[in-house]
Nanobody
């Protein structure tokens, strides 16, 4: 059974940092590209970042470029999102998502990130 379990969310002040983790199990993690997707209160889903299965290629939404860093440890079956210089508009539920060809086929349960003073 494929499982994606996010952790690391919480309440942080503007300008602060958080690191999200996503523990993957039930599949060969190193064979799949992964992404982070978020959903702000009352808004639709927003793609945040992508990483190739090898970690050699990454991409970011313009809204987070230069502040967020996606990475992975294939030996630990874990995906990360380092978030720096957080803003109120980064408040959202963050989902770890497995990419299969052109679709996202498995999602984690999400972790809440709240940026507020």
């Amino acid at each position: 059974e494929v499982q994606l379990v996010e952790s690391g969310g919480g309440l942080v002040q503007p300008g602060g940092s958080l690191r999200l983790s996503c523990a993957a199990s039930g599949f060969t993690f190193r064979d799949y590209a992964m992404s982070w997707v978020r959903q702000a209160p009352g808004e639709g889903l927003e793609w945040v970042s992508y990483i190739h299965s090898t970690g050699g290629t990454t991409s970011y939404a313009d809204s987070v470029k230069g502040r967020f860093t996606i990475s992975r440890d294939n030996a630990k079956n874990t995906l990360y999102l380092q978030m720096n210089s957080l803003k109120a508009e980064d408040t959202a539920v963050y989902y770890c998502v497995r990419k299969y060809y052109y679709q996202y086929d498995y999602w984690g349960q999400g972790t809440q990130v709240t940026v507020s003073s």
